[in-house]
Every structure is written in structure tokens, then in C-alpha cells.
């Protein structure tokens, strides 16, 4: 357990660079604030000034200006002591009190409906930051805090509030350019989410704790070596890479952690821009590096502002360490983003670029969303990564990462959207769901009789497209009419699933079909030049009197056809597959339209599908159902269900 005492000497020597009369105010706020709080305790039993110190030391670690770490200490007075902002104002002055008040306003919320409070909670704090992202930064060093207690809490609002920080708060920290703090709340937040992956990595890393030394401590000799003898300036420093970004590649490449070669890292502080070149260059003659792993973040930074140079060499057998070389500058401002500005004081401001996403920002806040509309934007496209794509007319179209061709569709018109039918990336066709290449040239072919697609959701990545595919899905639902869908009884959901089970389907898996729209029975023949294999993506192409020839999408040939773009239609694979199994799973889960999208992702992930989708319709929180899906057979199920598990609201997955 934390005291004062143990805290306060760590306070001290994170406040050394700060100018005595600061030290004297920031003491001074201290001790109102342990005035104040006295006998309020944390959840953790800890004595409630624990908190605002803990907050006080974050910030101090970051050399923000004083009066945001006075503000800090602060921040929980006017919210929970009898203490008015009119004292704040008359002991500390306006800036201070403005601050305070900027943190006690994003906690107060009006009486909103239980659903709401997440997206409202996280709209009042964007709002505010728009105004001051002091603020922000502030209420971040208090997410820190907060996240690094959960474990006091009851274990669902553990799983919420983690959720939140993964989904909002980290990113955020991201876009503000804030490694610092974003690496914090991805390893606090990852802990909760999926505890089992954190403890795997952690044990790891605590057993090769040795190794770890012994390898940083072997190259740091025989850089330092070759450093002093070209008189270049330097410093090292050995960083544990953060477990989230562990997890990440675990997840990615499908792979256990012993099998991530390269685990360590190391950072090389230099003075210049020209040494930095310099010592990457004495790196690369001093171990071999593996040729897809440089990047130069210093010639082209990231939209952040970002600014290093990487490169991963191999430094013994089956061991390679990543290097990180930067000036100090460089940096301070790689780990403090925004908050480093103001610690220079250069009157340096963020870049046009990096102040984008906050234009978009403020844009977001003039409409008048519903919470959950608001909270998926905020998500999905404001604080994800960027990708920047092309049109054939040389415009730029920025998208959320893993954006696919019909996002970008959507993106340049509504009707190019809902008309859109093949995509081309570079020249060469994509399937529709294949998630676009930062600055690809990208080019949509639209068909006068296309149509937004139910499955286009499962793949979609912005809130835009797929509010305009449900919207119009919906009204064609309408259109036709259709006769009203009875509530799924219990005996109905297990007939169903049996139907599903039909031995007479599997006794088919030796044959081939493929689909147009649903469509089975076409004619159809597989194209010589490409001859697709199962699995492929695949294009139809409508011939003259031959039915349908299938060619894989990126086949040369379909270049040199006249009319290709006017006879190319969406294909996909049919029936059943040989090597798919169908799988019902019993689910309790939370009624929300997300968790669809989610669990379908996933699923596509491991190339499998939704089927049917039985889950009654009732108000109550938790739903019970079935989810029929088809899975290849070669594909771990367990994985699939540890990770729909995972997912928030997924109460309970067991395969029926
Ligand atoms: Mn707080």
C-alpha cells in the first residue's frame, strides 16, 4: 500500500528542474488538498490524498507546467470536499481554478440513462479538451491512476472501465503524441481485458530478466566501443517493450511469445539529426539488420509527430533487438507529445497535421449524435490511425486504418457507395473487404444496378458507410415488405440448429459452387489463365454465351479485356466447403448491435462466417441464443471462442 511518505520523497525528485516559487505553490496546494481530504478514503483503503499526489508525480514526471501539477493535486476538492472554486480562485488565481473546474466538469454529469453515461462522460471530456487540452492531460495522469487501483473494484466495472481506456483513453493519449502515457494505460487497461495474455507475458519477461540484462549489456558495450572511438555524442537506454504491443503481435501473427524474436529493445539519444543517420549507419556495420524492419520516422514523422529512427539487427543466433535512435528533443516530445511544448515554452505550437484529428473533432461535436453514435465515431474514426488513399483525380481521402473500398466509396459520395461493385488498388482489383494500403491510388467501379450488400457490414471500418448501408438496407426491407419475423422460440432455435446439421450437406463436400448474390445455380466456368483455387478472391466475369469465368482478382488478363469494368460482378465462394465445419454455440450476451459486428469480425478473421444469428429480442441485459457459424476445419476453435469471450458483453460461449 501507498503512504504519503513513500510518495512524497519521489514527488520531490520528479519536481528538481521546477523553479522554487513553483515547488513553494505546488506545496502549498498540497497540503490544502491533504487538509481537505482528510479521513476520505480510496476503495483501495488508502488515504484519499494518495490519489491527487499519485496524479501530482505523473505530471511532475513529465515536466508539465506547474500550474497544471497544482491543478492536479487539486483536482477531487470541488468535486468532493466542501471546498467552493471561489477559494481555488482567491488562493491560487484564475489559471489554476480554471483548470480545476475544466477536471470537476467532465466527472459531473446530468442524470443521463445508464447506457449513456460512458459515451456522455467521454463527449464532455473531448469538449473540454477542445477548449483546453491541459485539461486532458490531467484527467490522463488521473486515468493512470484510476486504472493502476481497479483491482479494488467489483470485476465488471473492472472490465468497463478498462474497455473504455483500450477503446478511448489510449488512443487519445496516442493522437496528443503521449507514448508516455498511452503505453501505461494499454498495459494497466490490457491487464483487466485479458488477464490470462498479461500474465503470460509478464511471467515471461520476469523469468528472462537475466537474459535480458546480459543481451542489452552486450551490446551496449560494443556500441559504445565504436561510439567513443567516432566521437559521437550518445547515450543508451535499455526499454522493457510495453506488453500491449506484445500482446498485439501475439495476436497478429498468431504466434506465442517465445516465438517474437525480437523482445528487447534498446533507445540511442544523440545530439543531432546528423548523428542520428551516423550511429544507424555504425549499426548496421556492427550487426546485420533484417532489411524489412528500418523505418525513418525522422525524414517522414508520424502524423503525430513522431520523429526516430528504428532498425532491428541480430545480435546473436535467433536474437535480434530493436534500436531506436533519436535526439533528445526528438525525444521528449516522442514521449510527452503535446505537454512537451509547453515544457520547452519555445512557443512551438502542434502542426496542422497533427491538429486534424481535432478539426475533425470539433466538427463531430457541432452535430447532434445520440451517445452511441457519438461513441462509435469517436472510436472508429477520430482516435484510430490514419491511412491516406488516393483518387484517380489525385484528391487525398484520409480513412481509419484497415478502411476498406467501400469505406473510400462512401467517403467520396453516398451514391458511389451504394453503387459500387469492384474495387482496383494500384491498378490491379481488390476484393471489396480487403483493407486498403496507406496511399494506394484507389479506384471504384460503380454499376448502375449494384447494391449495398448485408455482408458489406461485417466489413466495414467507418461509422459513415455503415450508417448508409444499414439506412439503406432498412428502407429496402421496407420496400419489400416482408412478412413480420416471429419471435425465436427455444424449440424453434434448436430445430434450426439441427436443420443446419443436415447429413445430406455434408455428403456434398466434393462439390464446387459459387455465388452471385446469393445466387447458387449459374453457370460458370474457372478461367485458364489464372485457374483460382478454392479460397481464392475471386471475380466473375460475364461472358457472351459462357456463363460466368471466374478468375482470381488480381489476374493480368482481366487488364486486357475492353469491357471489363461493365461485365465484372462480385462472386464469392458457395455451399459448403469441404474443409468448414459448422458450429452452433450457446451464448448469454449483452443486447447491443456491436457485439454482431464484433464477434462477425473475429470470425472473419479466422476465415469463418455467421450463419444464423438466434438471439431472442427481449429488453432484459442478458440475452440468450445461438450463433451458427462455419469455421475451417483447420482453424483453432478455442482461439475463436477465448477470443469472442473477451469481447465486452460476452457473458458466456460454449460450443452446443
Ligand atoms: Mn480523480
Not at 514526471?61 to 468532493?80: C, F, P, Q, S, T
Not at 478461367?527 to 482470381?552: E, L, M, T, W
Not at 460482378?569 to 456491436?594: H, L, R
Not at 441464443?625 to 469472442?644: L, M, R, W
Request: aromatic share 10%; charged share 30%; hydrophobic share 40%.
Amino acid at each position: 500500500m501507498e503512504t504519503v511518505e513513500l510518495l512524497l520523497p519521489k514527488f520531490e525528485s520528479a519536481l528538481i528542474g521546477y523553479a522554487r516559487e513553483e515547488i513553494d505553490i505546488i506545496f502549498q496546494a498540497f497540503e490544502f488538498a491533504q487538509k481537505h481530504h482528510t479521513g476520505q478514503k480510496r476503495a483501495s483503503g488508502e488515504e484519499f490524498i494518495i490519489h491527487p499526489l499519485s496524479i501530482g508525480i505523473i505530471l511532475a514526471k513529465m515536466n508539465v507546467d506547474y500550474e497544471m501539477i497544482v491543478a492536479g493535486l487539486l483536482h477531487d476538492v470541488v468535486e468532493d470536499t466542501d471546498v467552493q472554486l471561489s477559494e481555488i480562485i482567491d488562493l491560487f488565481g484564475n489559471k489554476i481554478a480554471e483548470l480545476v473546474d475544466g477536471v470537476t466538469k467532465i466527472s459531473k454529469l446530468k442524470p443521463v440513462a445508464r447506457s449513456e453515461i460512458k459515451a456522455e462522460t467521454i463527449r464532455k471530456m473531448l469538449f473540454a479538451m477542445i477548449n483546453d487540452m491541459k485539461v486532458i492531460i490531467i484527467k490522463l495522469a488521473d486515468k493512470i491512476h484510476n486504472m493502476s487501483t481497479l483491482n479494488f473494484l467489483p470485476e465488471e466495472k473492472r472490465k468497463r472501465i478498462a474497455n473504455e481506456t483500450m477503446e478511448i483513453y489510449a488512443p487519445l493519449a496516442g493522437k496528443m503524441g503521449m507514448h508516455f502515457i498511452k503505453d501505461q494505460l494499454e498495459d494497466l487497461a490490457l491487464r483487466w481485458i485479458n488477464p490470462d495474455a498479461f500474465l503470460v507475458i509478464k511471467n515471461f519477461f520476469d523469468n528472462k530478466e537475466k537474459d535480458r540484462e546480459r543481451t542489452i549489456s552486450l551490446i551496449t558495450r560494443k556500441l559504445e566501443e565504436k561510439l567513443t572511438q567516432y566521437h559521437t555524442p550518445f547515450s543508451i537506454k535499455s526499454r522493457t517493450k510495453h506488453y500491449y504491443s506484445i500482446f498485439k503481435k501475439m495476436k497478429k501473427y498468431n504466434i506465442r511469445i517465445e516465438d517474437i524474436y525480437d523482445l528487447y529493445g534498446i533507445r540511442v539519444i544523440t545530439d543531432s539529426v546528423e548523428n542520428c543517420y551516423k550511429i544507424f549507419g555504425i549499426i548496421h556495420t556492427l550487426w546485420h539488420p533484417i532489411p524489412s524492419r528500418f523505418r525513418d520516422f525522422i525524414a517522414h514523422p508520424k502524423q503525430n509527430g513522431y520523429r526516430s529512427l528504428h532498425t532491428t539487427v541480430i545480435v546473436e543466433r535467433g536474437k535480434a533487438v530493436e534500436i531506436q535512435i533519436r535526439t533528445e528533443s526528438m525525444h521528449e516530445f516522442n514521449e510527452y507529445g503535446v505537454a512537451a511544448h509547453w515544457y520547452y515554452k519555445k512557443g512551438a505550437v502542434p502542426s496542422d497535421k497533427q491538429l486534424k484529428w481535432l478539426t475533425k473533432l470539433k466538427e463531430v461535436h457541432k452535430q447532434n449524435l445520440s451517445s452511441q453514435e457519438y461513441y462509435q465515431i469517436i472510436r472508429d474514426d477520430i482516435l484510430k490511425d490514419e491511412i491516406y488513399v488516393f483518387t484517380p483525380m489525385g484528391d487525398i481521402i484520409e480513412l481509419p486504418k484497415g478502411a476498406t473500398a467501400v469505406d473510400f466509396a462512401y467517403r467520396i459520395h453516398t451514391e458511389v457507395g451504394h453503387r459500387c461493385k469492384s474495387a482496383k488498388s494500384n491498378g490491379a482489383i481488390i476484393p471489396l473487404h480487403t483493407p486498403l494500403k496507406n496511399g494506394a491510388l484507389v479506384e471504384i467501379n460503380t454499376g448502375k444496378y449494384a447494391n449495398p450488400k448485408q455482408a458489406w457490414l461485417t466489413f466495414v471500418k467507418t461509422s459513415h458507410a455503415r450508417k448508409k448501408i444499414k439506412y439503406f438496407l432498412s428502407k429496402r426491407k421496407e420496400e419489400l415488405k416482408p412478412q413480420k419475423p416471429e419471435p425465436v422460440k427455444k424449440e424453434k432455435i434448436e430445430d434450426k440448429v439441427k436443420l443446419q446439421k443436415r447429413p445430406d450437406k455434408k455428403n456434398r463436400s466434393s462439390h464446387i459452387s459459387v455465388e452471385v448474390n446469393g445466387e447458387k445455380n449459374l453457370m460458370f466456368s474457372f478461367a485458364k489463365c489464372c485457374n483460382p483455387q478454392r479460397d481464392d478472391f475471386i471475380v466473375g466475369y460475364v461472358s457472351r454465351g459462357r456463363g460466368i469465368i471466374i478468375h482470381k482478382v488480381d489476374c493480368h488478363s482481366l487488364n486486357y479485356i475492353k469491357d471489363v469494368d461493365k461485365r465484372l460482378i462480385d462472386v464469392s465462394w458457395g455451399g459448403v466447403k469441404t474443409s468448414t465445419i459448422i458450429y452452433s454455440f450457446f451464448v448469454k450476451i449483452k443486447n447491443s448491435m456491436d457485439l454482431y459486428d464484433h464477434i462477425s469480425e473475429i470470425l472473419r478473421k479466422y476465415n469463418g462466417r455467421i450463419i444464423e444469428w438466434l438471439i431472442d429480442n427481449n429488453p432484459n441485459e442478458a440475452l440468450n441464443g445461438f450463433i451458427v457459424t462455419e469455421i475451417p476445419t483447420n482453424k483453432n476453435v478455442d482461439a475463436i471462442i477465448y477470443e469472442i469471450k473477451n469481447l465486452d458483453g460476452v457473458f458466456d460461449i460454449k460450443v452446443k
